[in-house]
């Protein structure tokens, strides 16, 4: 089986970042994948959240160029686990790709050598077969909300769940009746039989966690709009 690395590494509000980064210095034969504009699709605002999931064809493309296709083994890395990796893990299964694999504790784990540059990345042919059961959407959210066995976890950072702050969205808060869970912090024990879906602040984030719960042996769905695409549709807001 080939092994393909893809760096995966970006900043929020610096679009150029994850590239020059890659540029100087990244894992020998590692592509690169674009967590702005190639693993999420147009900016949706209150359809879909300032980071949409891709467009299918546009997602086989990138991947394809990037190496990834049938028989490859993706090893994803970014920096610190801030959810690029975790992205094109959670995206590539939702795709039907499972021979994908996070490097823990990211490129600051890596302990052999870097190269700088463009690398010369082999293109590969991606076959998409869509998972349906992975996602949920803001109506099915609020259908389950006080449903039993229903979890709903905010992995967002503890001072933006309790909207004591918001940077970045219009509104500060929480859906109401979600746990918190930040990405940055080991995953609370959940019941087992629950049924559990993620959100974050834009829905890349929420694959940290939920690749966190996946390696304990729980299920999650993601929310993909999340917050940004919640609090733009004037749905309910809880605080505290």
Request: negative net charge; glycine residues 14%.
């Amino acid at each position: 089986m080939q092994v393909q690395f893809v760096d995966c590494r970006w900043e929020l509000g610096k679009s150029e970042r994850g590239r020059e980064l890659y540029l100087a210095g990244h894992i020998p034969g590692a592509s690169f994948l674009d967590v702005e504009t190639q693993l999420s699709g147009p900016p949706g605002g209150a359809e879909g959240g300032r980071h949409p999931l891709p467009d299918p064809n546009d997602f086989a493309r990138a991947a394809g160029a990037a190496g990834i296709g049938e028989g490859t083994l993706v090893v994803a890395y970014d920096q610190g686990m801030n959810g690029g990796a975790a992205r094109l893990w959670w995206l590539l299964r939702h795709f039907g790709h499972d021979d994908v694999a996070v490097l823990r504790g990211g490129l600051d784990a890596w302990i052999g050598p870097l190269r700088e540059g463009d690398e010369e990345i082999e293109p590969a042919e991606l076959h998409l077969r869509p998972r349906t059961d992975d996602v949920i959407a803001a109506e099915e959210i609020e259908a389950a909300l006080g449903r039993p066995g229903f979890v709903l976890v905010d992995a967002r950072v503890p001072e933006r769940y309790r909207g004591e702050v918001e940077p970045i969205d219009p509104v500060a808060g929480h859906i109401p009746g979600a746990v918190n869970m930040p990405y940055t912090s080991e995953v609370d024990a959940v019941e087992p039989g629950s049924e559990l879906a993620v959100y974050c602040g834009s829905g890349i984030t929420a694959a940290v966690t939920i690749l966190a719960l996946e390696r304990e042996g729980v299920a999650a769905k993601l929310y993909p709009g999340s917050w940004s695409e919640w609090s733009r549709r004037g749905l309910a807001v809880e605080r505290g």
